[in-house]
């Protein structure tokens, strides 16, 4: 079974209906994240969490928020969908043991989103 | 504000070739350098990572990466290309908190 799950797989919605993408995992890990992958931008961050209680801002949080139910969830919604949050979404996890600051993240499989 | 820049969006080479990907960070500090790959509908792998000492950092599936401060350069290398290595690459650089900054991707293409 995958460490890092990420449901639904894709999505197609309609402008303004408010999507919720959420992320599962088993690695028992504290940290989390959610990025976009668009074509020739690369992975931006949208939001961070360093335990269930720590919530943090990314560099393109407008128009998302997020919501850490448990150490092993953290739901990314779309409040008011519009077209241009068309994107690929990855969840990623890691762990706050030892030197922090490279280790290693772990990425969900990911949720293609088409805002219509 | 640091930054990675991933030169060319697209490398091709043949099956057997050598394959460089380049990629420049720009950091106040020293900073924890990482090259991750995704195939074809797929998540992010990680290949490789330099965090401190050695500056030659060898990875799976073949590859390798030198840091250079000198140079601001973190290229991966691989000295004969296989067709599975047909895939995106990203470079990405955190100086801390493990917020990542991503370059812009490379897509490899392999041709037999």
């Known amino acids: 079974d995958a460490d890092v799950t990420q449901t639904p797989r894709n999505r197609i919605t309609k402008t303004g209906k408010r999507i919720m993408l959420e992320c599962s995992q088993t690695?028992?890990?504290?940290?989390m994240y959610w990025y976009r992958q668009d074509p020739g931008l690369g992975l931006r961050l949208i939001y961070y969490?360093?335990?269930?209680?720590?919530?943090n801002k990314g560099e393109i949080s407008d128009g998302y928020s997020v919501s850490r139910q448990a150490q092993a969830k953290f739901s990314l919604s779309l409040e008011s969908a519009i077209p241009n949050q068309t994107a690929l979404y990855f969840c990623?996890?890691?762990?706050?043991?030892?030197?922090?600051?490279?280790?290693?993240?772990?990425f969900g499989p990911g949720t293609r989103l088409t805002v219509l | 504000a640091q930054s990675v820049t991933q030169l060319g969006s697209h490398v091709s080479v043949s099956e057997g070739a050598l394959v460089l990907l380049r990629c420049n960070y720009s950091?106040?500090?020293?900073?924890?350098l990482f090259w991750y790959v995704q195939y074809p509908n797929q998540g992010l792998q990680l290949l490789l990572k330099?965090?401190?000492?050695?500056?030659l950092v060898k990875g799976i599936n073949g590859f390798e990466a030198e840091f250079k401060k000198s140079e601001t350069s973190f290229h991966l290398t691989k000295p004969s290309a296989h067709m599975s290595d047909a895939a995106e690459y990203f470079c990405?650089?955190?100086?801390?908190?493990?917020?990542?900054?991503f370059g812009t991707g490379t897509r490899l293409l392999v041709s037999p």
């Open positions: 990623a996890t890691s762990d706050s043991y030892g030197p922090s600051s490279y280790n290693e993240q772990f």
């Open positions: 690695k028992g890990h504290d940290r």
């Open positions: 969490s360093f335990d269930v209680k720590d919530i």
């Open positions: 950091s106040s500090v020293p900073p924890y």
């Open positions: 330099y965090t401190t000492g050695a500056t």
């Open positions: 990405a650089s955190t100086t801390g908190f493990q917020k990542l900054v």
